[in-house]
């Protein structure tokens, strides 16, 4: 099993470490020091751009998925409401039938929005590997991984912000300087986490979906992230805390922007979007404007007119000339 997850990380650690080299090569090129902890700390948040700017096909459909989800809450309160109490195979079974044709009926499904996490984390846990490893490259018991040999990992090793290397982690410290760089990424990792589900939570959901069990989920995973980010963070690689925080900051700015832009229909958001858009006398999406209707002829549902007097009705020719 091991061999196997080795066999398959094998080309994701070559891949992140010819981005990172090459990013180093950039760095060291405009006047940049070889051996400076921030040059190889840029070239990891250069890894996470070239990552994240990849991803962005794989969001867009994340976003269309969670909106999706969103909207059939309501459908799938129906279903869950319907076989409430109802234990027996049979139900269950019927019940899981009807929610998935409802999912595959929406195009959508509670897995789509994990595309994006699921294809990052083999590059995390290639990026933790290499900066893991770095030690035993630059002293020769292993193998270089692509470009990084012995020398550039003696260079990549000893590299320091703050005076905290970027290969230590917390648990293995010999100072108070990575302990200290260690807590405050952490910090920012859970705060940049919090705002991101929060954001999406308070501004992008409608009404109907904010009481629903999915709402509810995301509302406990708003604050079970931060306590696994503390007890998981202790353990990996300042490198790989600068990575996760990174990518981070750029999921809470792409999120920012889609609902600012794109916000999902009967949000907070979506209110907020059509008031900017009224304000710059720009159209609204679904609004009339006033006088339209009545300018169309068109008729309200009780067979009256938008002004509110009945519909005068046609007369035949023979008719008006008896008159």
Request: charged share 20%; hydrophobic share 40%.
């Amino acid at each position: 099993m091991g061999d196997l997850f080795n066999s398959i990380l094998a080309p994701i650690e070559w891949l992140v470490a010819w981005i990172m080299y090459g990013f180093h090569e950039l760095f060291t090129g405009i006047g940049m020091p070889a051996d400076s902890g921030w040059t190889w700390t840029l070239s990891i948040i250069g890894l996470v751009l070239v990552m994240r700017a990849a991803m962005i096909p794989l969001f867009v459909r994340q976003i269309r998925a969670s909106r999706k989800m969103q909207l059939i809450q309501p459908e799938l309160q129906k279903i869950q409401k319907k076989y409430k109490g109802k234990t027996d195979p049979e139900s269950r079974q019927a019940m899981t039938q009807e929610t998935m044709e409802l999912y595959k009926k929406e195009g959508t499904n509670p897995f789509s929005s994990c595309l994006p996490i699921l294809v990052q984390s083999p590059f995390f846990f290639g990026l933790f590997r290499v900066l893991r490893g770095l030690e035993d490259i630059a002293s020769g018991g292993t193998d270089p991984i692509g470009p990084i040999t012995a020398a550039v990992a003696r260079q990549a090793e000893s590299a320091q912000i703050f005076g905290a290397q970027l290969s230590d982690t917390f648990l293995g410290a010999d100072g108070t300087a990575t302990q200290i760089v260690t807590i405050v990424l952490i910090v920012l990792m859970s705060a940049t986490t919090f705002t991101t589900q929060r954001q999406l939570m308070t501004k992008n959901m409608p009404q109907s979906a904010l009481d629903s069990p999915f709402a509810k989920q995301q509302k406990m995973l708003l604050y079970i992230f931060p306590v696994v980010f503390a007890v998981s963070g202790v353990n990996f690689p300042i490198g790989v805390l600068v990575y996760w925080f990174t990518t981070n900051v750029w999921s809470m700015v792409q999120q920012f922007y889609v609902i600012r832009r794109m916000p999902a229909p009967g949000s907070a958001a979506e209110r907020a979007y059509h008031e900017r858009l009224a304000r710059k006398g720009k159209p609204v999406p679904g609004a009339v404007a006033a006088g339209d209707g009545a300018a169309a002829g068109e008729e309200s549902p009780g067979g009256s007119t938008p002004t509110g007097g009945q519909r005068s009705q046609p007369k035949s020719k023979k008719r008006s000339k008896r008159k």
